[in-house]
């Protein structure tokens, strides 16, 4: 009886209960999202879920020695791969995406997430890795510029955003000093502030103060102020460079109204669905604008619109402390794991998982752009949702092994 105690003491019950229930109003949804029509998307989504409980089951009963040995054999096929879509991509919804064989379709820049999290921890957990040297953060950078500028070349800058926002905790959490993660951040800033000029110059001039007080150095300090500015008072001028779909997803998220039969009309009975959801919501399968086919897009990226309306403010604070459930217990283990591979695996799938419910939840109540970036669990789509099972299997696996010091 020996391996029940190990599976009761080791094997970690909230991550993986978190995991089901999500997995399960997943299906629910979708199906309820499938509507009149002639596709059950929650039915596709059991097939894809059964088709990726291998592929979950080896990354959880697989050894952290593992994923440490082929870190960056993974990050190289996630960049051949993402370097593959250039030659023979797919095109679709106006962008080069897509690998395919036959009618099977996947994203390699999925693949790439999972290769730059595993390859940026195996850098940083490296004993000589010192962030206090220049040399080190910038092998990070670089690490991590090499995926992000070719899933931007597709283009798809909501996937480009994952993984910017994933190195930098990672970085946090291998102990990138204050000061370094203020000049990391300062062109964002710097970038956010462009639309006032006044607010520009104080932003400058406060960084340039914070800049001097942590000592960083001269050239250090002349080149994040540099290029701060560069971006702030240049990028009202690459308005131009975007592309038409770009320029109007923006647009549309300052003012719905501008466009509400076209480009904003997503946005704007994203929100009716939501409000008309009220504390209870509507039903199940007795949402309006889902039933009848009035919000686009319901089942991949506005689900949780459909979650909203149906479920209501209830049903929509149930899948949010799921999720809070889900990435405040890998935070914590992830801070307390005794192996420092691990404990950075983590910490990058906790803000990749993050980052895609903060940006999904908020774009379908118009308070963040449309980015195309799907709800992990929930969304329909079988290449995002094997990377979701694929992580929850790390998150196990590692977890499992959490007092554990040697890869």
Request: proline share 4%.
């Amino acid at each position: 009886m020996s391996w029940l105690d190990d599976l009761r003491r080791k094997l970690d019950w909230s991550l993986l209960l978190a995991f089901l229930a999500l997995m399960a109003i997943g299906l629910t949804v979708l199906h309820s999202a499938s509507g009149t029509g002639e596709t059950d998307y929650g039915l596709r989504q059991l097939l894809w879920f059964l088709m990726g409980l291998p592929i979950l089951l080896f990354a959880a009963l697989t050894p952290p020695s593992f994923w440490f040995a082929v870190s960056w054999v993974a990050y190289g096929i996630g960049v051949a791969l993402l370097l593959l879509v250039d030659l023979m991509g797919i095109v679709g919804m106006g962008a080069e995406r897509w690998l395919g064989i036959g009618d099977f379709r996947f994203q390699p820049s999925e693949v790439g997430k999972l290769g730059l999290v595993l390859a940026l921890a195996r850098l940083l957990s490296d004993n000589r890795a010192d962030l206090t040297q220049l040399k080190w953060v910038l092998g990070a950078l670089a690490l991590a510029g090499v995926p992000l500028l070719l899933v931007i070349s597709q283009p798809d800058l909501g996937t480009a955003l994952v993984y910017s926002f994933v190195t930098l905790p990672m970085l946090i959490r291998a102990g990138l000093p204050w000061s370094w993660v203020a000049i990391l951040l300062s062109p964002l800033v710097a970038a956010l502030c462009s639309l006032n000029l006044f607010v520009l110059l104080i932003f400058i001039l406060l960084l340039a103060t914070l800049l001097y007080l942590s000592e960083v150095g001269i050239w250090v300090m002349a080149a994040t102020l540099s290029i701060s500015a560069g971006i702030g008072f240049a990028l009202p001028s690459l308005w131009g460079f975007l592309h038409e779909y770009q320029q109007k997803r923006i647009l549309v998220f300052l003012d719905p109204e501008s466009d509400p039969l076209g480009a904003g009309y997503q946005i704007i009975q994203s929100k009716v669905a939501i409000g008309s959801g009220g504390v209870w919501g509507k039903g199940y399968m007795e949402g309006g604008q889902t039933q009848l086919s009035f919000l686009p897009e319901r089942h991949t990226d506005f689900i949780f619109s459909v979650v909203g309306e149906e479920w209501g403010f209830a049903g929509a604070l149930i899948v949010l402390s799921l999720f809070a459930l889900l990435l405040t217990r890998t935070l914590v283990i992830a801070l307390k794991h005794r192996n420092g591979f691990c404990g950075l695996v983590m910490t990058g799938f906790a803000a990749l998982l993050l980052f895609h419910v903060v940006v999904n939840v908020g774009m379908t109540i118009g308070i963040m752009p449309v980015t195309g970036l799907p709800l992990p669990f929930l969304t329909h789509g079988g290449s995002f949702l094997w990377t979701c099972m694929v992580i929850m299997g790390l998150l196990l696996s590692f977890s499992w092994h959490r007092r554990d010091s040697l890869t």
